[in-house]
């Protein structure tokens, strides 16, 4: 029986994965240099708690971003919860599709365990409590000084609401 003639090689940038360019490459295309600064996606997360290196580098990237290094925490926190949509959530909000049903369309006035509804978060500022809706259909838990409206990321996205207000309540 004869051989099988083997396909012909492709060539190497072909076999190698996306061509290379010079120049600056954007890690999620379309983003600007603040988010691109904000994802650690080029080294991993950084370790748990503030090292020298870690504060260092938060300083070096909130310099170079016109932020602050508390920014650059946040914002590497968020990354952290949940990636893209994590950091997105970070600071955009958003207003989810009301469900289709018959009848008025108001929104509740209070929302599970005396959350208030608002865009795609359910707050009790009086505990320092939030949830966040994000588009993947993920509630992610945010934390805050009780009255002080400085939202930090605390754990992780979970597409049940009483699952994520449960990691909130456990801390």
């Known amino acids: 029986m004869p051989p099988t003639p083997r396909p012909a090689p492709t060539p190497a940038h072909h076999r190698c994965g996306p061509r290379r360019t010079a120049g600056p490459q954007r ?3 379309g983003t600007p240099a603040w988010e ?8 991993g997360p950084p370790p ?31 990354w952290r919860q949940g ?3 994590g950091l997105a959530l970070l600071h955009t909000t958003w207003n989810p599709r009301p469900r289709l049903r018959p009848g008025p369309q108001r929104p509740p006035r209070r929302g599970p365990a005396g ?13 320092g409590l939030q949830l966040r809706f994000g ?3 993920r509630w992610y838990p945010y934390e805050s000084e009780p009255g002080a409206e400085d939202w930090w990321p605390a ?8 699952g994520a207000l449960t990691t909130l309540l456990a801390r």
């Open 27 to 29: 890690p999620v295309p």
């Open 48 to 78: 748990p708690g503030l090292t020298s290196a870690t504060r260092t580098l938060y300083r070096d990237l909130a310099a170079a971003t016109g932020r602050t290094p508390t920014d650059v925490a946040r914002s590497v926190a968020a």
């Open 115 to 127: 959350l208030r509804p608002r865009h795609n978060h359910l707050t009790d500022p009086a505990r």
């Open 155 to 162: 754990g992780p996205a979970d597409p049940d609401p009483v």
């Open 83 to 85: 990636g893209p949509e």
């Open 36 to 43: 691109d600064a904000r994802a650690p996606r080029r080294h």
């Open 135 to 137: 588009h993947d259909h």
